[in-house]
């Protein structure tokens, strides 16, 4: 399985993003998927995940509220609404898939990983 995110850039504070992440290889709809982001000198922090159904969501304490996230079968593709950015949010942002059908918040739960996109919001 590879992973493409895309859809990151440079938006003032408040303002929005969508990102998207495309699989394509040996793709399974049976494993659930998710965002991390990772800002220079820290650690990848884990920003919201999405089961094998898209019935269960999971969000950082930081995004709960700002952003959605959602994932689209027919084109093996999930998103990440991102609302009232925050200076903060600047990172580059991962996506991943997870080993299980319902992925949590640890990054040792993702067995594949998309190369970034980065996101920079400007106050």
């Known amino acids: 399985v590879q992973l493409q995110a895309s859809g990151g850039g440079l938006v003032q504070a408040g303002g929005s993003l969508r990102l998207s992440c495309t699989a394509s290889g040996r793709t399974s709809t049976n494993n659930g998927m998710g965002w991390f982001r990772q800002a220079p000198g820290k650690e990848r922090e884990f920003v919201a995940s999405?089961?094998?159904?898209?019935?269960?969501?999971y969000y950082g304490e930081s995004v709960k509220g700002r952003f959605t996230i959602s994932r689209e079968y027919a084109s093996n593709t999930m998103y990440l609404q991102m609302n009232s950015l925050k200076p903060e949010d600047t990172a580059l942002y991962y996506c991943?898939?997870?080993?299980?059908?319902?992925?949590?918040?640890?990054?040792?739960?993702?067995?594949?990983w998309g190369q970034g996109t980065q996101v920079t919001v400007s106050s």
């Open positions: 999405i089961s094998w159904n898209g019935h269960y969501t």
């Open positions: 991943a898939v997870a080993r299980r059908a319902v992925a949590g918040t640890g990054a040792n739960e993702y067995t594949r």
